[in-house]
């Protein structure tokens, strides 16, 4: 018997994505800048977050802006309390709506659990957890009204495989699986509106040309000798993940976590 498409339970929703607007967290650099340049549209509107890096957030936004696109720099540091509020509330109040939330920033704590202390345990779930809660319960309204709300989170493969010779990430690793839990409570409140809410988890990304690593070369090749692609990831293989989520078509995927890290934590 041949396939029969069903009708969605959902009302028929017109995707008229024309002044779409995009707020994208940590996007000076890397993953956060990537995403944003894959999403670049004319008539599309970008909210560019950083906390300091002005220099690498206005790289980003020319590139927008000469893609078509408008674009406008946010300077805010997530760790303090209510900023992601306020930041979401800025938004808004520049361009009108929000209809799609890229929770990028972020930062790691390279420490194992007998080495961190409770001011540093703070910071990972303050400016990774409590930020992405704030934002979203701020956009919750705009997503709702949406006519393809979009949330994606960006993880990390630390919350998934822990090995003793790999930086411990003990603080890291918990402020994202609770991020990973957040984004799954966040889909189920979004769902009878039809948005999405996902999250994206990377694995080893290659650092940007001149960027800080903690790692020299030699060690960064032996880590992608683990992965069975025998490579590392490109913020452009995370960012093309992102960019379908944010689509249209990806419309009845939510909830979900999704690796990126070429067969990693199979």
Known sequence: MPFRPGRSAL???????????????????????????????????????????????????????????????????????????????????????????????????????????????????SVIQRAFFEMASAALPALCAAPAGRVVAIGSFVAKRFQPHAGKFAASAAAKAGLEALVKALAMRLAPHGATANCVIPGYIRKQAGAHSALTPEAWQKL??????????????????????????AGYITAQSIMVDGGLTA
Do not use: M, W
Request: charged content about 25%; overall charge negative; some cysteine.
């Open 11 to 125: 009302p028929d929703r017109p995707h008229d994505l024309t002044g779409r607007t995009y707020l994208i967290t940590g996007a000076a650099s890397g993953i956060g800048a990537e995403i944003a340049r894959g999403l670049a549209a004319p008539g599309a509107c970008f909210a560019i977050h950083t906390r300091s890096n002005r220099d690498g957030a206005e790289e980003t936004i020319a590139a927008l802006r000469a893609a078509g696109a408008k674009a406008a720099l946010f300077l805010t540091d997530l760790a303090e309390a209510d900023a992601g509020r306020h930041l979401v509330d800025s938004v808004q109040a520049r361009f009108g709506r929000l209809d799609v939330l890229v929770s990028n920033a972020g930062f790691a704590d390279r420490r194992g659990f007998d080495e961190l202390d409770t001011a540093g345990f703070e910071k990972s779930a």
């Open 224 to 249: 992608a000798a683990e992965i069975p692609l025998q490579r590392l990831g490109t913020p452009q293989d995370v960012a093309a993940l992102v960019g379908f989520l944010c689509s249209p078509a």
